[in-house]
């Protein structure tokens, strides 16, 4: 059996954890820049806000309805994640859990007896709510795929469900499977949940009962088949195939200000480059392929407020990494290709793809460190990182002053990883 430990609106749910008072009060947090709302509390949720509304257009509504905003805390979110990573280490080895977003872990249970099940789930929910003051919802099932759907229909009811179920036996995983429409299965996408329809295929059960044949020429082939496969119980998506399904790593930032100046668009691509080459070792994985692009600044035409799209160049990279320095370089040959001279620029981002294991690496002959070594100084700039934060260690190309920097004018104090800004207590 597999379960999926999902971090109930983990934003929201780490704002809340040092403001009790905001416990029963709608709460939302922003993008960056604060742009937009891109995570809600359940009571945000039934008040009617919406994800991805622009704050900008919200404020009057949410002032009328009591919400109370927060701009994104990635120092306290990004620690209370490892928190909850952590406590799920206490109960399970670490080669049970494999980390898959910020507030999500896989868990495998092939080691707990079928009648200890549902104790031990409730036991890991309880403790990562006690250890870490987090909620989190979990799913059973005897594949990632069916164990992703028990995750969405706990959270659906939570009263009822004490946000958790278990599909342990075929008559549940048929009932939620028709309870859950194709759109709603991890990894299928709009344009696969479109075509399907085509086919009468309208919820997950439907899809179970397609042949693999079916499924090999209609999506995506060796995809397709696992697909149906995962749905019928069959575990297919190790963690090679978990990271395939994340075909990319990226960090997009909106500037402070509008910007003209190439230095400082530089220094601001070279930090996005730092940031995204840290995801990419946090999942052990390296790019084979990166993507700069930038937006020049929309003006505003009455009231309609309509974005400019992207202007992006990307290259093919000599010997796939993950490197900073390797990937901070062709980062700013792209961006100087991009630069046109005189344009107001609003926001640019760095796109890794064709990712792959970076196990399966290929040394480099034209270059003088070995891969080791440069795992092994990125392992110590990230540790330093992690737990200094607020990049202690950076790349010179990222400046220093930043005045570009995003701003966040409704940020909480990092209660976790700051001692001048410890919780006080009256």
Request: hydrophobic share 40%; aromatic share 8%.
């Amino acid at each position: 059996m597999k379960a999926i430990v999902d971090c109930n609106n983990f934003y929201c749910s780490c704002e809340r954890l040092f403001k009790p008072h905001l416990k029963t009060t709608p709460v939302v947090v922003l993008s960056n820049n604060d742009g937009c709302i891109i995570s809600r509390s359940d009571e945000a949720k039934k008040l009617g806000i919406k994800m991805a509304q622009a704050y900008f257009l919200s404020k009057t509504s949410l002032k009328q309805h009591g919400i109370v905003a927060f701009s994104s805390n990635y120092n306290l979110y990004g620690d209370m994640s490892k928190r909850v990573m952590e406590t799920m280490q206490s109960m399970f080895p670490l080669s049970c859990i494999e980390v898959y977003s910020v507030d999500e872990a896989f868990v495998d249970l092939s080691h707990v007896p079928a009648n200890e099940l549902h104790a031990t789930v409730k036991e890991l929910k309880e403790r990562i709510g006690q250890w870490t003051g987090i909620p989190v919802s979990i799913g059973v099932a005897p594949t990632k795929t069916l164990a992703k759907i028990a995750n969405r229909l706990a959270k659906e009811n939570k009263e009822k469900s004490h946000c958790m179920l278990l599909l342990d036996t075929p008559g549940k995983v048929n009932a939620a499977l028709k309870r859950t429409l194709v759109s709603e299965i991890w990894g299928v996408g709009k344009q696969f949940a479109t075509k399907l329809d085509k086919f009468e295929v309208k919820t997950a059960f439907d899809l179970k009962q397609m042949p693999e044949e079916w499924a090999r020429q209609q999506l995506g082939g060796v995809v397709g088949v696992r697909l149906i496969k995962e749905l019928k119980g069959i575990q297919t998506i190790g963690i090679d195939e978990q990271l395939a399904t994340k075909k990319m790593v990226s960090c997009t930032r909106r500037f402070g200000h509008p910007l003209t100046d190439l230095n400082q668009m530089k220094e601001a691509v070279a930090m996005y480059v730092s940031r995204a080459a840290e995801k990419l070792r946090r999942q052990q994985s390296a790019a084979q392929q990166m993507t700069v692009f930038v937006i020049e600044k929309a003006f505003d035409k009455g009231e309609v407020y309509t974005p400019n799209e992207p202007i992006k160049r990307d290259v093919v990279l000599p010997v796939a990494t993950s490197v900073t320095p390797e990937l901070i370089k062709p980062a700013i040959e792209l961006l100087e290709k991009l630069y046109t001279p005189g344009i107001v620029y609003e926001k640019a981002g760095v796109i890794f793809s064709k990712l792959i294991p970076d196990g399966s690496l290929q040394a480099n002959f034209f270059v003088a460190a070995s891969s080791a070594e440069q795992k092994f100084l990125m392992n110590k700039v990230d540790n330093i990182n992690f737990s200094m934060r607020n990049e202690m260690v950076k790349f010179a190309s990222s400046g220093v002053e930043r005045s570009w920097k995003m701003k966040q004018e409704l940020l909480s104090k990092r209660y976790t990883t700051r001692w001048s800004e410890l919780r006080e207590i009256n």
